[in-house]
């Protein structure tokens, strides 16, 4: 029997998809111990080790604003999932009225631009207190990152339906017991993708956090930006190391968490026979 060969096409663009992906990489590794490297040069023409040392010399400021952005990234993704899968299960289950106009509000943060949300939504903040406040950048990652956990929780929410929730509850469970125990474990394999990508949606604000915390709540891109806006590509491109690095992560770890799930016979409505 011939072997079946692999469509050239497909190749070439498979090759172009991971010379997108390492050639940027390995650029911006590059420019972290570049001093000087001017066009049409291909080789930088002076390394130096200032930007490191500029960075580490500050590592424990670093450090904390670093913590503070994966607390409140982590937050407002625990949020999202929560409230996302409250809300998709509403729209996707169950009738009552206004439910039109609840979906319509869970899509508004995509059509509204981020400036125009990020002017707005000051005012009613200082009104409330909630400015230069954490809670106050929580509030408002959420809201961004919200629409992101309803739309992925509803699709497998459709897939599965309330028909094995109906079963347990048949045989003897309370409706808690039927969510917890039987809802939960199938919806994960969409839950942890939708919680991620909140998590990257709210570490990667820079207007919306510097408008609604003042420049008091310091997140990783409130320092990152205004390198990559001065031109400092050495440390900007540390930043953006740091910056690649822990979002890699964090997809790595709910990656990993989904995958477990689907092991343990979680993800039978989303694998095809």
């Known amino acids: 029997m011939k072997k079946k060969r692999k469509p050239v096409f ?5 090759c172009m998809l991971i010379a997108g992906i390492l050639v940027p990489a390995a650029t911006l590794f590059i420019w972290i111990f570049t001093e000087r490297w001017t066009w049409p040069e291909l080789i930088p023409q002076v390394f130096s080790k200032r930007a490191v040392l500029e960075v580490t010399g500050r590592k424990r400021e670093l450090l904390q604003i670093l913590g503070s952005s994966i607390l409140i990234s982590g937050v407002t ?18 009738c009552f009225p206004g439910k039109r106009l609840v979906y319509f509000f869970t899509i ?15 005012v009613t903040f200082i009104k409330m207190g909630l400015n230069n406040r954490i809670s106050g950048v929580i509030i408002a990652h959420l809201i961004s990152s919200l629409p992101y956990a309803v739309r992925l929780i509803m699709e497998g ?13 048949v045989l003897g469970a309370s409706p808690f017991q039927a969510l917890y125990k039987v809802s ?6 969409v839950i942890l993708p ?15 956090t510097l408008m609604i915390g003042g420049g008091k709540v310091k997140t990783f891109t409130i320092i990152m930006v205004p ?47």
């Open 77 to 94: 993704a625990a949020l999202s999932g929560v409230i996302g899968l409250m809300t998709a299960r509403a729209l996707t289950l169950y």
């Open 157 to 169: 929410t459709q897939a599965v339906g309330n028909r094995l929730e109906e079963q347990a509850r």
């Open 108 to 122: 508004l943060p995509f059509m509204v631009p981020a400036t125009v949300f990020a002017m707005g939504i000051q």
């Open 227 to 273: 390198y990559l806006q001065s031109g400092n590509r050495n440390i900007a491109s540390i930043y953006s190391g740091i910056f690649l690095g822990v979002t890699l992560a964090v997809f790595a770890l709910l990656e990993g968490a989904a995958g477990r799930w689907l092991k343990r016979g979680g993800g039978e409505f989303y694998t095809s026979e």
């Open 10 to 14: 497909a190749t070439i663009i498979l």
């Open 184 to 189: 939960l474990p199938v919806l994960m394999p």
């Open 194 to 208: 939708a919680i991620s990508m909140s998590y990257v949606v709210s570490f990667s604000q820079y207007f919306l």
